[in-house]
């Protein structure tokens, strides 16, 4: 019997004990604290087509949801269970395969009631469009226009650009345009169009608010010399003249023009470039005598010579 009342006395104290922890301060508020969402990782850009993921921790939550900012109201469109360390990560598939910016929130319900839920800060994830290049030359004269052409998936309207890259000022924008119905765009690449030298370019795309880029991709631009003016037909006894144009455009250049000769091309006059790259020659030869003649111009850059193509002048 002592010992039964013992025991009776020990259990009457603990229950005491437990109803006046239950009902303290401190248990009240313990019992009322909300419980929280952590986000352990997000993906916040990726390609369409791409899963986006995002990891979070939710002690005492079973499932984690995914809401998905739509007109103004958050629409629940994802979810995932917990594991046994109250961790979840959810892939976001809402619109995956359309360019834009998306605005999304996790939550859990914390009661038995729909509005009784814990949500974390609103964050953005990005679907950026593909953007592959489809043409461009690798290697291209100095002063010669070239152009790249570019497709862009999936095929919604949108501003295609191009961009290079500098030394001092990183990633410049260069051209831009819009995207035409087949999600395709063509650009000429204008940047160090007139001196020669290696050129880093990638192309890109913005729609809805979401902008993908091209791998890189390198443009040499060679030196070289173009026929700036030369006329076709001349009066025999009377003297003609071409003007050329070197790349790069440098004072003191010798230029200089020549005559096809049979099987040969023959220097017949010589001359040197101002400041903006251009010299003019004689075309001495054959001035005299009717028939039609080939030339062409040339100019000596870095120690090597190079030519335009041939052109013809037809003496009467």
């Not at 790249?148 to 095929?155: C, E, L, N, T």
């Not at 025999?236 to 003007?243: C, D, F, K, N, W």
């Not at 250049?253 to 003019?280: C, E, H, M």
Request: overall charge positive.
């Amino acid at each position: 019997m002592k010992t039964s009342r013992l025991l009776s006395r020990v259990f009457a104290v603990l229950v005491a004990a437990a109803l006046a922890l239950t009902f303290s301060p401190a248990a009240t508020r313990l019992a009322h604290a909300a419980p929280t969402i952590t986000i352990l990782s997000s993906d916040t850009v990726k390609p369409v087509g791409q899963p986006v993921t995002v990891t979070a921790v939710a002690p005492g939550a079973i499932s984690i949801f995914g809401d998905v900012l739509v007109d103004g109201s958050w629409l629940t469109y994802d979810s995932a269970s917990t594991d046994f360390f109250s961790a979840a990560t959810l892939t976001l598939t809402y619109r995956d395969q359309d360019p834009g910016v998306l605005t999304y929130r996790l939550r859990m319900p914390i009661g038995p009631n729909a509005a009784d839920t814990a949500v974390t800060p609103s964050f953005q994830i990005t679907r950026t469009p593909i953007v592959t290049l489809r043409s461009a030359p690798g290697v291209s004269p100095a002063g010669t226009t070239i152009t790249a052409r570019s497709k862009v998936q999936p095929i919604y309207a949108g501003i295609g650009f191009t961009e290079v890259y500098t030394p001092t000022r990183g990633w410049l924008r260069s051209q831009q345009t819009s995207i035409n119905n087949i999600g395709e765009f063509t650009l000429p690449l204008t940047y160090g169009a007139t001196t020669p030298g290696t050129y880093q370019w990638r192309v890109g795309a913005t729609i809805n608010g979401a902008t993908g880029r091209s791998a890189t991709f390198t443009i040499i631009r060679t030196p070289s010399v173009q026929l700036r003016s030369a006329s076709t037909v001349a009066t025999r006894g009377v003297l003609t003249y071409a003007r050329g144009r070197t790349y790069p455009m440098r004072f003191g250049l010798p230029g200089f023009a020549q005559v096809r000769y049979g099987a040969s091309w023959v220097t017949i006059s010589n001359g040197t470039t101002n400041s903006l790259g251009d010299f003019t020659v004689p075309l001495n030869y054959g001035v005299n005598t009717a028939g039609t003649y080939a030339f062409r111009l040339g100019a000596t850059i870095n120690g090597t010579r190079y030519y335009t193509p041939a052109f013809n002048v037809t003496r009467s």
